[in-house]
């Protein structure tokens, strides 16, 4: 009678678990046909999220095989001690049940109560040994992955860098580093862990009858549904809301806490403003976190009540078997054991692949950035010439910047010779720093061609093209190393001769600030880590003498003195001769007097050469050039005029 009892069971079981799931599957495709076009929610559906965590696995044996087949080894035993532990007390519960009816010594158990504690200790030393290991190999796989960021992003056109939307993909990609990636490896492991510990489980249910542990798994299916549901609505939602929403929270709090900002946020008292405008985002993020925690609390309290009755109904026949003769005391414990213990595992394992899906989708945003194509700036295979002898030339050059539709450059033409100095002047905004940028190849024209001496710039082989230019850009880098360091950079390949260094040094007026410091050119540069730190006129002689450390035929200097005082830029200018001598240098000054020294002037507006020659020629056509040089000329004669008058 019992047997057709749970016969029908299972069948409606069975059947009403097909029903959820046709009609669910009707409810996924109408999903992916109106959601085709948005690449995100299209994407989520497929098995990526998976193959990401076996891909992690992967690239975790390839760093260390042994360790690794280590871990697996520690894994399997972990997931097997479980369902042993339950053998052992199900023998113990009928050892003692038939001593208590039959009397008899207590010697007997002894060999079975050690084995008990011998499992439990060994769970414990295991599980110990597979956190040192988990937590080892882990770090060796986020070193490797991180190494993999910084040489993607190395070979990503500059153009990616000032992309909104690619700046977050690359948030998106360190956030897959961190915390994400620590979950999915731990997930990965215990998944495999619990799948072992559930088989045994299952395989103890169906001594008592084959179809208990199907049962009884099937019934977490609709929880898994649920989770996985949820977490694919989790990641749309912080894929398309949370991340512009978190990256502005850790700008303002970065606003608050960073010693670059803390002089002026204490002079202007914004600490009120920017913690209101932090708390608002804070709440703006809690608001929409808080609604896809809600979803899934209102989808699990269903299903958790499912397992529920289906475990009591699992106890339930297990008691009318006991009642029948059908199971003995031990077995009845042991099975009752294993089937709350199952419903306990199962839950586990649908946090566990619900985690591990989640996870596995944004380290899909990892694997995106890692796996993104890489444009050469230059993929040619001339060699850059060490000396140039025709000089440089941009033809019609055009450029954009990418997603925008305004034209930054229009129709450049020019032709530099062979160690002229040009300089570029213009209104902010006129595309001065945008020119050189190209011609270093940190862009590509959208239209036109730059030509050093005859050649497309992009058939130079693109390592001989970084390597005979230097530049000093008007933001330039602040390298928290020694100062050594910091100029040596310049040419990374005589970073250990001291004597370039120093020459460099010297050039730029750097050396003074060597000989301020304590410790001389091993001096390190920063007040975080127990250093000192620079003006910004000194950080800027740094950045020169940086530039100035590479024997490059192309020069580019932008601004190169707008940090540095009167008398450190007169100095700067009165050996420009010889710091140009045999280059062919770009200056760019907002300081049209400086434009003096320059053999060739250019002048833009919005994006076009309005003039071109020396200052005197442009001077005395009374263009724009002219219009800027007395702009500043009527300040200083301003200055002289009020002075005479005060003497008068």
Not at 134 to 142: E, F, I, S, T
Not at 228 to 249: C, E, F, V
Request: hydrophobic fraction near 45%; include cysteine; charged fraction near 20%.
């Amino acid at each position: 009678m019992n047997r057709l009892v749970l016969i029908a069971g299972c069948r409606t079981w069975f059947g009403g678990l097909f029903c959820f799931f046709t009609k669910k599957m009707k409810e996924a495709n109408k999903l992916a046909k109106t959601s085709y076009n948005n690449e995100a929610a299209f994407r989520v559906g497929d098995i990526r999220a998976y193959r990401n965590a076996w891909r992690l696995i992967a690239l975790l044996g390839k760093e260390h095989r042994g360790l690794s087949a280590a871990m697996a080894v520690v894994t399997i035993a972990l997931g097997l001690i479980p369902a042993a532990e339950l053998a052992v007390t199900g023998l113990l519960v009928n050892r003692m049940a038939r001593l208590l009816t039959e009397g008899g010594a207590l010697t007997p158990l002894y060999g079975w109560l050690l084995l008990f504690v011998g499992l439990a200790a060994c769970r414990s030393w295991l599980t110990l040994l597979n956190d040192g290991l988990h937590d080892y190999l882990r770090d060796r796989v986020a070193g490797s992955l991180q190494r993999q960021i910084a040489e993607k992003a190395y070979g990503l056109e500059l153009a990616f860098f000032e992309n909104e939307d690619s700046y977050d993909q690359l948030q998106r990609a360190n956030a897959g580093l961190g915390i994400r990636l620590v979950n999915l490896l731990m997930a990965s492991s215990l998944l495999f862990q619990q799948a072992i510990t559930v088989i045994g489980f299952t395989l103890a249910l169906s001594s008592a009858h084959w179809a208990l542990g199907l049962i009884v798994l099937t019934a977490a299916v609709p929880s898994l549904y649920v989770k996985i549901k949820t977490a694919r609505q989790g990641y749309i939602h912080d894929y398309n809301t949370l991340t512009p929403t978190r990256r502005r929270l850790a700008y303002f709090d970065r606003i608050l806490t960073d010693q670059a900002f803390a002089k002026e946020v204490r002079l202007f008292g914004l600490n009120g403003h920017l913690l209101g405008r932090w708390e608002f985002y804070q709440r703006l993020w809690m608001k929409e976190s808080s609604a896809a925690v809600r979803r899934e609390i209102k989808g699990s309290a269903v299903c958790d009540m499912v397992l529920n009755v289906v475990y009591a109904g699992a106890a339930l026949f297990l008691a009318y078997q006991i009642t029948e003769g059908a199971l003995s005391i031990g077995v009845y414990v042991m099975l009752l054991q294993a089937a709350s213990r199952l419903q306990d595992q199962i839950e586990a394992i649908m946090k566990g692949l619900r985690g591990v899906y989640q996870d596995g989708l944004f380290a899909q945003n990892l694997f995106d950035f890692i796996d993104r194509p890489v444009n050469p700036v230059a993929s040619g295979s001339e060699p850059f010439p060490a000396l140039l002898k025709q000089g440089i030339s941009f033809e019609d050059v055009w450029f954009r910047y990418p997603g925008q539709n305004d034209w930054v450059l229009q129709g450049v033409t020019f032709h530099a010779k062979a160690g002229q100095t040009v300089s570029l002047v213009g209104r902010n905004g006129a595309g001065k720093t945008t020119l050189v940028k190209l011609l270093l190849g940190l862009y590509k024209p959208v239209r036109g061609c730059i030509r050093v001496d005859g050649v497309p710039l992009e058939q130079f082989r693109e390592e001989e093209l970084r390597s005979r230019m230097t530049a000093v850009f008007q933001d330039y880098c602040q390298f928290r190393l020694t100062l050594r360091e910091s100029i040596g950079f310049g040419d990374v390949a005589r970073i250990g001769d001291e004597s370039r260094i120093r020459e460099a040094a010297e050039r730029s007026g750097a050396s003074r600030i060597a000989e301020r410091l304590e410790q001389g050119y091993e001096q390190l540069l920063s007040k975080s880590f127990g250093g000192c730190d620079l003006s910004g006129g000194q950080w800027q002689k740094v950045a020169l003498a940086r530039a100035l450390m590479r024997e490059a035929p192309v020069m580019v200097l932008d601004e190169p003195t707008a940090a540095l005082d009167p008398r450190a830029e007169v100095a700067v200018f009165e050996q420009f001769r010889q710091l140009a001598a045999g280059r062919t240098t770009f200056l760019i000054s907002h300081r049209i007097g400086t434009a003096r020294v320059s053999d060739v002037i250019l002048v833009l507006k919005d994006g076009r050469i309005m003039e071109q020659g020396s200052h005197d020629e442009l001077v005395k056509t009374g263009g724009e050039y002219g219009e800027l040089f007395n702009l500043q000329a009527q300040w200083y004669r301003y200055g002289e005029e009020k002075g005479a008058n005060r003497n008068e």
